[in-house]
């Protein structure tokens, strides 16, 4: 990966959150979606303080609606190393994740 490449895909990011302006990147999950997860509410919020805390360092941390639900496995385990998240972390982090990406791909049907 080129630095020029790196900046491309920052500036893309950067580009990405003004056109989404006005909408959280990292929605705050509700009780619908813990209930469709089947986990508490604290749980899905602990994922998401942990996803904007450490998936924003780089580059703008992704909205969860930037890939289908069955996608975000792969990324998070891609990026859990650069992320310094321990096992139990990236787990919060991907069940946020592809819970939250769930509610828009039901949404949109
Ligand atoms: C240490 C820097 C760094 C951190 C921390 C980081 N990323 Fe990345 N991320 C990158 C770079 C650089 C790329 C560009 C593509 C590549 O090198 O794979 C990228 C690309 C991505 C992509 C796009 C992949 C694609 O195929 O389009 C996603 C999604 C992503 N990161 C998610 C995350 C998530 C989720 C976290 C937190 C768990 C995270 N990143 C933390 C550096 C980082």
Same mark, same amino acid.
């Given at each position: 990966?080129?630095?020029?490449?790196?900046?491309t895909?920052?500036?893309? /990011?950067?580009? +990405?959150?003004? %056109?989404?302006c &006005?909408? !959280?990147? *990292?929605?705050? /999950?509700?009780? +619908?979606?813990? %209930?469709?997860? &089947?986990? !508490?509410? *604290?749980?899905?919020?602990q994922?998401?303080?942990?996803?904007?805390?450490?998936?924003?360092?780089?580059h703008l941390?992704?909205?969860?609606?930037?890939?289908?639900?069955?996608?975000?496995?792969?990324?998070?385990?891609?990026?859990?190393?650069?992320?310094?998240?321990?096992?139990?972390?990236?787990?919060?982090?991907?069940?946020?994740?592809?819970?939250?990406?769930?509610?828009?791909?039901?949404?949109?049907?």
């Open positions: 990966m080129t630095r020029v490449a790196v900046l895909f920052v500036l893309a /990011a950067a580009g +990405a959150a003004l %056109a989404a &006005g909408h !959280s990147r *990292a929605p705050v /999950a509700t009780e +619908a979606d813990a %209930a469709r997860a &089947g986990v !508490s509410v *604290a749980e899905l919020n994922g998401r303080r942990l996803f904007v805390g450490h998936c924003g360092n780089c941390p992704p909205s969860p609606t930037d890939f289908p639900p069955e996608a975000w496995p792969g990324h998070v385990g891609e990026m859990r190393e650069r992320a310094g998240l321990d096992a139990t972390s990236e787990a919060l982090v991907e069940r946020y994740l592809v819970t939250m990406a769930q509610a828009s791909a039901q949404a949109s049907r």
